[in-house]
Nanobody, 114 residues
C-alpha cells in the first residue's frame, strides 16, 4: 500500500505561480510512473504531467509553463506551475503506478482568478 499526500494548492491570480508537492508513504522506484492529473468541474480527469526514469511528459496545454520533478530520496514528486491561467483551475491529483497497483492522492484545489 502507498499513501500519497498532496500539498501546495491554493488561490492565485492569473500569471502567478504555485508549486504542488506529493509525498509518498514509501519508496517508489524511479522506473515507476508518478504524475499529476486534474479535474475541473463538469470535466473528465486529465493527465497533466508524468515522470518515469527521468523522462517527462506533459499535456499540450501546460507545455512551457509547468515542470514536473521528482526527489527519490524524499519519495516526493513536484509540479511547478508558472504563468497560471483561469483554465488551470481544477482539483489536482497525485498519481502513482507501482507494483502493479495504481494509487491516487486525495486532491488539492488550485484556483486561478482572472
Amino acid at each position: 500500500q502507498v499513501q500519497l499526500v498532496e500539498s501546495g494548492g491554493g488561490l492565485v491570480q492569473s500569471g502567478g505561480s504555485l508549486r504542488l508537492s506529493c509525498a509518498a508513504s514509501r519508496s517508489i522506484p524511479s522506473s515507476d510512473v508518478m504524475g499529476w492529473y486534474r479535474q475541473a468541474p463538469g470535466k473528465q480527469r486529465e493527465l497533466v504531467a508524468s515522470i518515469t526514469s527521468g523522462a517527462q511528459t506533459y499535456t499540450e496545454s501546460v507545455k512551457g509553463r509547468f515542470t514536473i520533478s521528482r526527489d527519490n530520496a524524499k519519495n516526493t514528486v513536484y509540479l511547478q506551475m508558472n504563468s497560471l491561467k483561469p483554465e488551470d483551475t481544477a482539483v489536482y491529483y497525485c498519481h502513482a503506478e507501482t507494483s502493479g497497483w495504481v494509487y491516487w492522492g486525495q486532491g488539492t484545489q488550485v484556483t486561478v482568478s482572472s
